[in-house]
């Protein structure tokens, strides 16, 4: 079965600093891979998703993830956070057999001002 | 923006009563998914629904639960006789073509 692991359960950075938030997963084939944010109080959002082609995804407000297959990894990663980037940020890959995402165990990001 | 909504938003049952939890898709979307995320622990899918049947189900989604989409808009999650494990945030989600909207969830306390 897939497994996607997120080495990272809590990061504190100060605004201004670089992220990045490692993900793994298990399985070697073909893989559509997404990173998913929630903000304390609301629902999960799309940030970006990989599903071919250039392995340097770009997403919304500045995130970018690259997957390097070799390494089955799709790491996420932001120059500099804002004190807003305050979120929990989950990796996630589709199933097997259809669309349903098999999710990270998720990490808690707190930007201090 | 369109978005998936859901209620109650938090619920209180006892353990062994039915819920239903409910949720309004996406208007133009064809895929529909329950997940839960129990405190603490990661997002898990339950089962996703299209094209009026379930399409794909976890292990977790067993004989005590249910989906069904009674009319053209809403699709509901129902857990026959709750358990107290059955506690968790539970979220539906909706898509088109490969991006999953998810509603706020509806947090579900067995007691």
């Known amino acids: 079965a897939q497994s996607v692991s997120q080495h990272n359960h809590h990061v504190i950075l100060s605004e201004a600093a670089s992220l990045e938030l490692g993900c793994n997963y298990s399985y070697g084939g073909t893989v559509n891979l997404f990173w998913y944010v929630q903000y304390p109080g609301q629902h999960l959002q799309l940030l970006l998703k990989?599903?071919?082609?250039?392995?340097l995804v770009k997403g919304i407000k500045g995130f970018e993830a690259e997957f390097i297959k070799s390494k089955f990894s799709f790491n996420l990663r932001k120059p500099s956070v804002q004190w807003s980037d305050t979120a929990e940020y989950f990796c996630a890959v589709t199933s097997l057999s259809g669309y349903a995402l098999n999710f990270g165990k998720g990490t808690s990001l707190l930007v201090t001002p | 923006e369109p978005e998936v909504t859901q209620t109650p938003s938090h619920q209180v049952t006892q353990m062994g009563q039915e819920v239903i939890l409910r949720c309004v898709p996406i208007?133009?979307?064809?895929?529909f998914y329950w997940y839960r995320q129990i405190l603490g622990q990661k997002v898990e899918f339950l089962v996703s629904?299209?094209?009026?049947?379930?399409?794909?189900k976890s292990e977790i989604f067993d004989d005590q639960f249910s989906v069904e989409r009674p009319d053209g808009s809403n699709f509901t999650l129902k857990i026959r006789s709750t358990k107290l494990e059955d506690s968790a945030m539970y979220f539906c989600a909706s898509d088109r073509n490969t991006e999953a909207f998810f509603g706020q969830g509806t947090r579900l306390t067995v007691v």
């Open positions: 629904f299209y094209n009026n049947e379930i399409s794909e």
């Open positions: 208007s133009n979307h064809l895929y």
């Open positions: 990989y599903f071919s082609g250039d392995p």
